[in-house]
């Protein structure tokens, strides 16, 4: 088996069909022979055909799908690859974009048969993504064109990715992202290793661009509960995760209070609540769920492991 720091793997996908077992194999192989980085592109099939009404859903449920299958092959690994999904047809990469892939050895999923290429023979076999102007009609889901997320995205994970991948494809001109400063982190628990502002910020930054590249990324710190949406005027949408779905209700509350529109609450419901201390935001403990598999994922268990990594050391030493 060869493996590779970085490797992408292509998937031709029907959102309007389950995973395929030639999508899944290929993706556990990928995450096998992969040891730093894992991109998978994801082209969807018959976009044509997606309902706006459930196309919402169904490309949460799909990402949701494809990063459950990633992260369970990596545990069994017992791996530290990072896997990042993009969403093709969505990313508006140029030829000179996809450069930066072409040193990576890809693999091509299709009809069951997995090959090995260069990149830039897979850009051969799929739609090329072209710099467009995003537009509503073109999106088969409801868009605005302001979209705001909110986080702590301490040690970014598969959580907080399939957030902002779904604030990237909420969102067809600008993305407002507040990101919890230093001060509101004090309580934390194994603080000592929270990333600090700037490095979260551009973990986030990086994430988005990597999504999308023709929308503009405002990152904002965020010192209160309420950030940028209290304020601005132009945020037409928020994307939150079922958990704090019901708490959201409270920013409108305070936009009505300062004569601004509501927000539409975009809900990721794929992404739910782990078991929280009263320390802990809702961004910061969650699971994947995905069929009849739920994936734990939480920034403080990372931080505890840091933790009792270091606390070996010390002992060692």
Known sequence: MDFAPRQSLLLHTDLNQPVPQSDIDALRAAVDRTREELTVFMSLKRIQDIEKDSGWSLMQRRLADLYAVAMGRALRNR?????????????????????????????????????????????????????????????????????????????????????????????????????????????KKHKEFLEPYRKRELNVLLFLRKIRRDIIVELVPISDPYGPTATDSTIEALVVSQETLGGSSALNVRRQENGLAPMELMPVDLITAGDKGDDQDHDDHASVSSGNSILKISSTAIRAEMAERQLQQDRQM
């Open 79 to 187: 791996s530290r690859v990072s896997v990042d999904i993009i969403p093709l047809d969505f990313c508006a990469y140029s030829t000179d974009d996809m450069a930066a892939f072409r040193s990576n050895p890809v693999l091509v999923a299709d009809n069951g048969n997995e090959l090995a290429a260069e990149i830039s023979a897979a850009i051969e076999c799929t739609p090329r993504p072209q710099q467009r102007s995003s537009s509503r009609s073109e999106l088969p889901w409801i868009s605005y064109p302001h979209v705001a997320v909110g986080g702590t995205f301490d040690h970014l994970h598969v959580g907080h990715k399939i957030l902002l991948t779904a604030t990237a494809l909420a969102a067809t001109r600008r993305i407002v992202c507040g990101i919890s400063a230093d001060a509101l982190l004090e309580n």
